[in-house]
């Protein structure tokens, strides 16, 4: 995105630093069970400060009075877990890397999330690709003034609190099997928390506990992981025993479940920002666009970019039965200005949010990236790809 930096990492690149840096990478908490990118995103100034104002104008959004009642329909009535706090601590938030008809680069907000990310893992990642790779002065993953030691303070803070963190899990299903497993035994390194698996659960009264080294520990928060819509998949015995999350507990959550539904597509048509393409609820949409062709139809409640049509025709529509879960979106046009040793590639950035107690709102913090070279972005679409998969953006301070 910066064309002398780019040409100058790229003349520089070798694949012998590329599988040092991969190497210890695996290393350090575990073998990475998805594709690492050979180059971060290098990101100027403006370009940031475009994503940031399109995420202060939700953050306006969702701190409104109004917008629990506006997203309340957005929580299944069979996912309502109690005791829903009163604001996210943490909002992920994906923008594209486009072309305007200008055809000059700006963010276009895909999604978002009031969910965690890979928090932990961006840590390691910067800190690792340092030792192997050079890095301009003045770029940094950290955003809003944070560095490597006050990010590690700010997850600290929001997450495990003044509690003693063998009395904080992270809770999800399996995630020794998840791909994101990396960021689970990193958080377990820099916070102290362990990954739990739902299935382990022990409850007694309205208290979870959790066993460790042969002791059994009260749970006091959880730091969530755990996707209900995956939990659904499940096989009957799991979603059996999870079933204990949905019971008055003396458990806070770190996020609440009901806000990954709060904050999500299904927010998007309540926003109005040139950054962030025009979406509507599938059942309130009055007439299919003439242009339908520039449309992408998305189901509500799914995750890793699973049931979306990318190329929608009328018939596509008309077959959904539960059109209240859908919404349309505008497509936006990543634009394939990521120089590789072949063909360029199209990037994706996601902003971190954190929302401390006390504060009046949240503020970002960090990044990550991803990069493809195929119609779908995300790591598990370009396996057959180098200079694809999982990164970080390096962001001009």
């Not at 069979?78 to 000059?104: Q, T």
């Not at 960021?183 to 409850?203: A, M, N, Q, R």
Request: hydrophobic content about 35%; charged content about 30%.
């Amino acid at each position: 995105m910066i064309p002398e930096i780019r040409k100058s990492f790229n003349e520089k690149f070798s694949n012998e630093n590329y599988e040092a840096f991969i190497k210890e990478m695996d290393s350090r908490h575990g073998e990475i069970s998805f594709r690492i990118a050979e180059t971060p995103v290098f990101v100027p100034k403006n370009f940031s400060n475009q994503m940031i104002d399109a995420c202060e104008s939700i953050v306006d959004i969702i701190k409104s009075p109004s917008f629990k009642t506006l997203t309340e329909k957005a929580v299944p009535e069979n996912l309502v877990v109690p005791n829903e706090n009163d604001y996210p601590h943490c909002i992920a938030f994906d923008f594209g890397v486009c072309k305007n008809d200008n055809g000059e680069l700006e963010p276009q907000l895909i999604e978002m999330q009031g969910f965690p990310s890979m928090f932990s893992y961006e840590i390691m990642l910067e800190e690792v690709f340092r030792n192997h790779f050079e890095i301009p002065e003045g770029f940094m993953g950290y955003i809003g003034g944070y560095d490597k030691e006050s990010y590690i303070q700010l997850l600290k803070d929001v997450i495990v609190g003044d509690l003693n963190p063998e009395n904080v899990i992270l809770l999800e299903i399996f995630p020794e099997k998840q791909k994101t497993k990396i960021d689970f035994y990193c958080s377990e390194y820099y916070l102290g928390i362990k990954p739990v698996c739902v299935t382990t659960l022990i409850k007694k009264g309205k208290q979870l506990y959790y066993e460790k080294d042969g002791k059994e520990l009260l749970i006091k928060r959880i730091y969530n992981r755990l996707i209900f819509d995956e939990l659904l998949q499940q096989e009957p015995e799991v979603q059996e025993k999870a079933k204990i999350l949905f019971e008055e507990l003396d458990v806070e959550w770190i996020p609440h479940p009901s806000w990954f539904y709060r904050i999500s597509k299904y927010t998007l048509p309540l926003i109005d920002h040139p950054n962030i393409p025009k979406t509507y609820y599938l059942n309130k949409l009055e007439e299919i666009p003439a242009d339908l062709e520039n449309y992408v139809l998305k189901p509500l409640f799914s995750f890793a970019g699973q049931g979306v049509v990318i190329d929608v025709t009328p018939a596509d529509i008309e077959k959904i039965t539960d059109p209240e879960n859908w919404i349309l979106q505008r497509k936006v046009n990543y634009a394939a200005v990521i120089d590789t040793p072949d063909e360029p590639a199209k990037a994706e950035i996601r902003i971190f949010y954190f929302w401390k107690n006390g504060e009046d709102r949240p503020k970002p913090a960090n990044n990550l990236a991803r990069l493809s070279k195929g119609k779908m972005i995300g790591v598990r679409y370009n396996k057959d790809k180098t200079w694809t998969g999982g990164s970080f953006g390096l962001i001009e301070q």
